[in-house]
């Protein structure tokens, strides 16, 4: 019940594209959902982050859509440029505070 | 900006052999956090820590895990005895009271164990 899984596990998109990135969770205490991205080398980085009592969070051209119901929840990346191209892992945060992470999508965005 | 640092950023030690990772989290920070990452794996918690005290620890955080804030600036995981499947990158976090959930991680330490 403490997972996050996160799908695909790699996604190559043309510049310019979107890629779609989906994770699902099960318990319903989570209450605060962050994306990170990380660079070969370097520890992950908060790129958007969102509440449950929110469905949609944009920023730039990150957004998030989140469907409580469904326990679903996704980052967009419109526009993508070949300098998004990272490894990019959801997560959840519990009730102690602690993140739990899905599993990572390596995402290659072809110039 | 201010950002966690870590220190070394490599580490090559013997199995058996004890190690310590340190970290400076962002200066006015109450919260730290110790993940770690096998090669190609997601990340994964293994220890919170509070007002001088452990909030929460993994199962993978066992006797052979502890942490400690020895001064005012400086967070250490320390391992006592190595094992080969502790070879990972560990990453410290922290974060602050306004914002607790968002947490900030350091470069990491790439720890192997031969």
């Known amino acids: 019940q403490q997972q996050v899984k996160q799908s695909p596990q790699s996604l190559i998109v043309q510049k310019g594209g979107i890629s779609i990135i989906n994770c699902a969770y099960e318990?319903?205490?989570?209450?605060?959902f962050p994306w990170y991205q990380q660079f070969p080398g370097k520890g992950p980085a908060l790129l958007i982050a969102?509440?449950?009592?929110?469905s949609e969070k944009k920023e730039g051209r990150f957004t998030i859509s989140f469907n409580k119901s469904a326990k679903q929840f996704s980052l967009h990346i419109m526009d993508s440029q070949p300098g998004d191209s990272a490894t990019y892992f959801c997560?959840?945060?519990?009730?102690?505070?602690?993140?739990?992470f899905g599993s990572g999508t390596r995402l290659l965005v072809r110039p | 900006e201010p950002e966690v640092t870590q220190t070394p950023s490599h580490q090559v030690t013997q199995m058996g052999q004890e190690v310590i990772l340190r970290c400076v989290p962002i200066?006015?920070?109450?919260?730290f956090y110790w993940y770690r990452q096998i090669l190609g794996q997601k990340v994964e918690f293994l220890v919170s820590f509070y007002n001088n005290e452990i909030s929460e620890k993994s199962e993978i955080f066992d006797d052979q895990f502890s942490v400690e804030r020895p001064d005012g600036s400086n967070f250490t995981l320390k391992i006592r005895s190595t094992k080969l499947e502790d070879s990972a990158m560990y990453f410290c976090?922290?974060?602050?009271?306004?914002?607790?959930?968002?947490?900030?991680f350091g470069p990491g330490t790439r720890l192997l164990v031969l």
């Open positions: 976090a922290s974060s602050g009271t306004a914002s607790r959930e968002t947490q900030y």
């Open positions: 997560a959840a945060r519990d009730s102690s505070y602690k993140l739990i």
């Open positions: 969102i509440r449950p009592d929110v």
């Open positions: 200066s006015n920070h109450l919260y």
């Open positions: 318990n319903t205490a989570f209450d605060y």
